[in-house]
């Protein structure tokens, strides 16, 4: 940051709540895709190991889930 020094202050202070909103929202982000994936994965695995998928259609909506969530985490945090 390159300041005047006249409102260096206001401007350092509401960049920090700026960044705090950002910061707990990735947060946010980041612990509900990490519990959709989990789930969602032992799913497959479980459905894979009672015969009740093939093991083409598990990894296909394996790949097909971690695209959707990656496209997902591209929303805007703000």
């Known amino acids: 940051m390159i300041g005047d020094r006249i409102n260096d202050s206001p401007a350092l202070s509401a960049a920090i709540v700026t960044l705090k ?30 015969g009740l998928i ?14 959707g969530i990656s496209l997902k985490s591209m929303e805007n945090l703000l």
């Open 21 to 50: 909103a950002v910061s707990n929202g990735l947060m946010k982000r980041i612990h509900k895709n990490y519990h959709f994936i989990v789930g969602f994965n032992s799913g497959l695995i479980l459905s894979g190991i009672e």
């Open 54 to 67: 093939q093991p083409a259609s598990s990894a296909l909506l394996h790949n097909v889930s971690t695209l």
